[in-house]
């Protein structure tokens, strides 16, 4: 019987590392992607106790060349990839747009839109020419409206808003199912990043509430993978119960 793979971006932590998880537990096999090779072999050895194969692929999706070279590199029983999950991406940074940094911006529109796209680019093509895939695409809450100080990270998320219902059209004659998942607050190393490793910035951003975790977020994904190939769950907005919207969030004192 053909392996039935999933390949993920962004899965050395977070939500991309569950959702490999969750998906191996489907019974996929798992190509998984991410710059921390050392997190990779970490997630690697987990997965490899789900009884699936796990491949790890080591770039930065901001080049497009080494994207490339990476899925080039794919053994011929690893070509056909069934879902594929553009997950990496980050906010970097929370300033108001009169003194956002131009390293924050570029970093969020090279890695969230740009690096989306070159990974689409070269798992696509497949895609059409077997007329079947599962693309999911992880968008925002901050891909839906817009808060302040979210400038340029909800405008790269609305981006992938609209990359994902361009896709769902332009696929459509394919078969070609294309999901995006909009979460709110989920507690991974999302503000860590965002806040340049400042730990207890990071940790204010959940005090007081319960927020989502990765694996909420991956049951979702795996959930809506398992349809049946007539289904497609289009749109998916996930929140913790605290949230009502991007701003308005019920916190404890
Ligand atoms: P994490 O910081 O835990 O994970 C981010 C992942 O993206 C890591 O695996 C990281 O891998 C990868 N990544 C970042 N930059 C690059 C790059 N240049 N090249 C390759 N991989 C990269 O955050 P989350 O799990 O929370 O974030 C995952 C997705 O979910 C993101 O798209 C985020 O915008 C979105 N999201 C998160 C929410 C939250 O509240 N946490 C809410 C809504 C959406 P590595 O560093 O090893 O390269
Ligand atoms: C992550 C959620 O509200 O910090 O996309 O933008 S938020």
Redesign the pocket.
């Known amino acids: 019987m053909e392996k039935k793979i999933a390949f993920v971006?962004?899965?050395?932590?977070?939500?991309?590392?569950a959702t490999a998880v969750a998906l191996a537990q489907l019974g996929y096999h798992i190509i998984a992607?991410?710059?921390?090779q050392l997190?990779?072999q970490d997630l690697q050895k987990e997965i490899s106790k789900e009884g699936v194969d796990v491949l790890t692929l080591n770039?930065?999706?901001?080049d497009p060349q080494a994207v490339k070279e990476a899925i080039n590199t794919l053994p011929d029983s690893w070509r056909k990839i069934e879902i594929l999950v553009n997950?990496?991406?980050?906010?970097h940074g929370l300033d108001p747009i009169q003194t956002g940094s131009l390293e924050d911006w570029d970093?969020m529109v090279?890695?969230?839109v740009k690096?989306l796209l070159y990974v689409s680019k070269e798992i696509i093509p497949g895609m059409v020419a077997r007329s079947s895939g599962t693309i999911v695409n992880?968008?925002?809450?901050?891909g839906k409206e817009v808060y302040p100080m979210g400038n340029v990270?909800c405008a790269s998320?609305h981006a992938?808003d609209a990359l994902t219902k361009g896709m769902r059209m332009d696929l459509n004659p394919y078969g070609i199912r294309v999901i995006g998942v909009?979460?709110?607050?989920?507690?991974?190393?999302?503000?860590?990043?965002r806040f340049k490793g400042d730990e207890d910035r990071s940790k204010s951003v959940y005090k007081g509430l319960q927020?989502?975790t990765?694996e909420d977020?991956a049951e979702t994904i795996a959930f809506a993978v398992s349809r049946p190939s007539h289904v497609v769950l289009a749109d998916i907005m996930i929140l913790p119960t605290a949230q009502a919207s991007a701003t308005l969030v019920k916190k404890n004192s």
Do not use: C, M
């Not at 992607?33 to 921390?36: D, K, P, Q």
């Open positions: 971006t962004g899965a050395t932590s977070g939500i991309g590392w992607t991410g710059r921390r997190k990779l770039f930065d999706v901001r997950n990496a991406g980050n906010a970093a090279d890695i969230n690096g992880i968008g925002s809450i901050a990270y998320k992938v909009h979460p709110g607050l989920v507690e991974t190393e999302f503000s860590l990043v927020p989502l990765a977020i």
